[in-house]
């Protein structure tokens, strides 16, 4: 077996390959975009390699065939936070061999011991936790979606022979939007007393004030929980401008006290239902074929990728009035037939509590694993979000 590192064109061609050689008799793969991959082991485009660092390896098995990659980073956000200095490892693909997994792993392994870490999380994201997180554990057979892992069945236990343990759990739900409100919900909304409270999408609203409110509610949502870093403004307004080839202003919810942003619920459409168009590359003519569809109006999945409230409007029916609302506009647009919440972790009871109460499925299920280089430090997973 043989290993090479990523470190030019040439290599890099190599490790885009890799899927379509695992994936190559799946129908229900969609490849993820190249320039999305790309763009996280750009230097000049992640600002993470700014005080952290990452490498990339694609794989030869015995017989010279390529059969597998995977990426080590040190994420400087994360890496000092634990008991142990933990990096990270992603982008795994492997054939359905495990002596060459555990080569696999033992690169990566062997690398960030170099780089002080005494631990390692994946298969993670060099970045934020809503892209290319988690292993699939269950539900091999709908087709992937924008972002997400995908794997074979087989990869769990590539990852649990090596000795890689569940940290958390990922839960992903999904209902129609074509069926109503659960009584708890409008139990919920009746609560509201407060005249001044309103709901409303963004049509019709800059895309900078959007941002904005975003940044005022994530900020009084969760602010003060173990770890967490207020967002500044600019990375709101930032985070915005890169959805706007993709927003739909009428799936972005926000409640308000007066003119004061207490809420939201943010979706956009499953791109996923666009891309498989694409295959894999966002080259002018995957630019063209995603207009296209665009304006087609293909996507009929919308996935919420955050709900929040600020703090002091818990309990009393915020959560109930934006679900609500949501529900009647697609029942006013008829836009999307089903919703897609985007993971939630199982040390986020209180979330899955919502999601179970909104009358969904929980239709798809991940694993964030972590691997402790010293084998006799007992293991501890997530601690939970009270």
């Given at each position: 077996?043989?290993?090479?590192?990523?470190?030019?064109?040439?290599?890099?061609?190599?490790?885009?390959?890799?899927?379509?050689?695992?994936?190559?008799?799946?129908?229900?793969?969609?490849?993820?975009?190249?320039?999305?991959?790309?763009?996280?082991f750009d230097p000049k485009k992640n600002k993470l390699f700014r005080q952290g660092s990452a490498i990339r390896w694609v794989f030869y098995d015995d017989q010279?065939?390529?059969?597998?990659?995977?990426?080590?980073?040190?994420?400087?956000?994360?890496?000092?936070?634990?008991?142990?200095?933990?990096?990270?490892?992603?982008?795994?693909?492997?054939?359905?061999?495990?002596?060459?997994?555990?080569?696999?792993?033992?690169?990566?392994?062997?690398?960030?011991?170099?780089?002080?870490?005494?631990?390692?999380?994946?298969?993670?994201?060099?970045?934020?936790?809503?892209?290319?997180?988690?292993?699939?554990?269950?539900?091999?057979?709908?087709?992937?979606?924008?972002?997400?892992?995908?794997?074979?069945?087989?990869?769990?236990?590539?990852?649990?022979?090596?000795?890689?343990?569940?940290?958390?759990?990922?839960?992903?739900?999904?209902?129609?939007?074509?069926?109503?409100?659960?009584?708890?919900?409008?139990?919920?909304?009746?609560?509201?007393?407060?005249?001044?409270?309103?709901?409303?999408?963004?049509?019709?609203?800059?895309?900078?004030?959007?941002?904005?409110?975003?940044?005022?509610?994530?900020?009084?949502?969760?602010?003060?929980?173990?770890?967490?870093?207020?967002?500044?403004?600019?990375?709101?307004?930032?985070?915005?401008?890169?959805?706007?080839?993709?927003?739909?202003?009428?799936?972005?919810?926000?409640?308000?006290?007066?003119?004061?942003?207490?809420?939201?619920?943010?979706?956009?459409?499953?791109?996923?239902?666009?891309?498989?168009?694409?295959?894999?590359?966002?080259?002018?003519?995957?630019?063209?074929?995603?207009?296209?569809?665009?304006?087609?109006?293909?996507?009929?999945?919308?996935?919420?990728?955050?709900?929040?409230?600020?703090?002091?409007?818990?309990?009393?029916?915020?959560?109930?009035?934006?679900?609500?609302?949501?529900?009647?506009?697609?029942?006013?647009?008829?836009?999307?037939?089903?919703?897609?919440?985007?993971?939630?972790?199982?040390?986020?009871?209180?979330?899955?509590?919502?999601?179970?109460?909104?009358?969904?499925?929980?239709?798809?299920?991940?694993?964030?694993?972590?691997?402790?280089?010293?084998?006799?430090?007992?293991?501890?997973?997530?601690?939970?979000?009270?």
């Amino acid at each position: 077996m043989r290993a090479v590192v990523v470190d030019n064109k040439s290599t890099i061609k190599t490790f885009q390959k890799v899927p379509s050689i695992i994936y190559a008799n799946d129908p229900n793969y969609i490849p993820h975009i190249k320039q999305d991959i790309e763009k996280i082991f750009d230097p000049k485009k992640n600002k993470l390699f700014r005080q952290g660092s990452a490498i990339r390896w694609v794989f030869y098995d015995d017989q010279g065939n390529l059969a597998g990659r995977i990426a080590a980073f040190v994420n400087p956000k994360t890496s000092k936070k634990e008991k142990q200095p933990t990096g990270g490892v992603g982008f795994f693909e492997s054939t359905d061999d495990q002596a060459l997994a555990n080569f696999i792993f033992d690169t990566a392994k062997s690398w960030l011991e170099t780089q002080g870490m005494e631990a390692m999380d994946g298969p993670i994201n060099f970045g934020e936790r809503n892209q290319f997180w988690g292993c699939l554990s269950k539900n091999f057979t709908d087709p992937n979606s924008y972002a997400m892992n995908y794997n074979p069945p087989y990869y769990v236990d590539l990852f649990e022979n090596y000795g890689f343990k569940t940290y958390f759990e990922q839960y992903l739900y999904t209902r129609s939007t074509r069926d109503d409100v659960q009584d708890i919900f409008v139990e919920k909304t009746k609560r509201i007393v407060n005249p001044n409270v309103t709901f409303r999408n963004a049509v019709g609203v800059p895309l900078e004030k959007v941002a904005e409110d975003f940044h005022t509610v994530y900020n009084g949502a969760w602010g003060g929980h173990a770890g967490f870093q207020p967002m500044k403004l600019a990375q709101a307004q930032k985070l915005m401008q890169s959805l706007k080839p993709v927003v739909d202003k009428r799936i972005l919810f926000f409640a308000y006290d007066g003119d004061e942003p207490i809420g939201f619920y943010i979706n956009i459409p499953e791109l996923n239902e666009i891309f498989k168009y694409v295959n894999g590359n966002l080259n002018w003519l995957g630019k063209l074929k995603f207009l296209y569809h665009k304006w087609k109006g293909t996507p009929r999945t919308m996935v919420g990728i955050v709900f929040g409230v600020v703090k002091k409007w818990h309990g009393r029916g915020i959560e109930g009035g934006l679900i609500t609302y949501s529900k009647s506009v697609m029942d006013e647009t008829d836009a999307y037939d089903k919703t897609v919440l985007t993971w939630i972790g199982d040390f986020n009871p209180k979330m899955i509590k919502v999601c179970e109460n909104l009358g969904t499925e929980r239709y798809r299920e991940m694993i964030t694993y972590r691997y402790l280089f010293d084998r006799t430090v007992p293991f501890e997973r997530c601690p939970i979000i009270e």
